[in-house]
């Protein structure tokens, strides 16, 4: 009986548009719903990106010197968009002395610096690379968002010596370059 009168309702050109009219609807709704969620999503992801790339990013490493093909020096970078302050980096076991003696009485390598802008890279120790040929340092860098700060950002880490090194080929210090503008003016003068 009531699939009768559904077939006959069905049948009015009146009722078929009222019906596709409220199908039509019912899509837009759902549709809009989809709309919201997904904007909704995207806006919460670029808010989280946003505040992610506005933000430093510091890190500890053993990279070659251009004072010696082998002399290496310890240093600290923010690799951040922002800047990095009360930043603090503990390395395990300690560096030694820039003439290869060990440290007396230390366990560890501190390093303090009160600020840190981006981009910074900032040179803290030297060492030669024959001190620590196979050494593995744990390193711990921590960080905050405001002077004085009590949440701080902290990246623990492994590193060797070898991570930085590249033995004086990429580049010549400035006193290497020196010495052989010296060796050509010396060959000129001979001729």
């Known amino acids: 009986m009531w699939f009768e009168n559904a077939v006959?309702?069905?049948?009015?050109?009146?009722?078929?548009?009222?019906?596709?009219?409220?199908?039509?609807?019912?899509?837009?709704?759902?549709?809009?719903?989809?709309?919201?969620?997904?904007?909704?999503?995207?806006?919460?992801?670029?808010?989280?990106?946003?505040?992610?790339?506005?933000?430093?990013?510091?890190?500890?490493?053993?990279?070659?010197?251009?004072?010696?093909?082998?002399?290496?020096?310890?240093?600290?970078r923010n690799t951040g968009n922002a800047t990095a302050f009360d930043v603090k980096a503990k390395i395990t076991p300690p560096l030694p002395k820039p003439n290869g003696q060990p440290v007396e009485n230390a366990t560890e390598t501190l390093l303090d610096v009160s600020f840190l802008p981006p981009g910074l890279v900032l040179p803290r120790k030297g060492v030669m690379s024959r001190d620590i040929p196979e050494t593995t340092f744990s390193v711990e860098v921590s960080w905050s968002l405001m002077p004085?700060?009590?949440?701080?950002?902290?990246?623990?880490?492994?590193?060797?010596?070898?991570?930085?090194?590249?033995?004086?080929?990429?580049?010549?210090?400035?006193?290497?370059?020196?010495?052989?503008?010296?060796?050509?003016?010396?060959?000129?003068?001979?001729n």
């Open 148 to 190: 004085g700060a009590t949440n701080r950002e902290t990246l623990t880490y492994t590193m060797e010596a070898k991570d930085g090194f590249r033995g004086g080929w990429g580049e010549k210090g400035l006193h290497q370059i020196a010495q052989e503008l010296e060796k050509v003016r010396k060959l000129q003068e001979k």
């Open 8 to 76: 006959a309702w069905f049948t009015e050109a009146a009722n078929i548009l009222s019906f596709a009219q409220l199908v039509a609807a019912f899509v837009t709704a759902i549709a809009t719903f989809a709309l919201w969620r997904v904007t909704r999503v995207l806006a919460v992801e670029t808010q989280t990106l946003a505040a992610m790339t506005s933000r430093p990013f510091v890190v500890c490493g053993i990279e070659s010197s251009l004072a010696d093909a082998t002399a290496l020096n310890l240093v600290l």
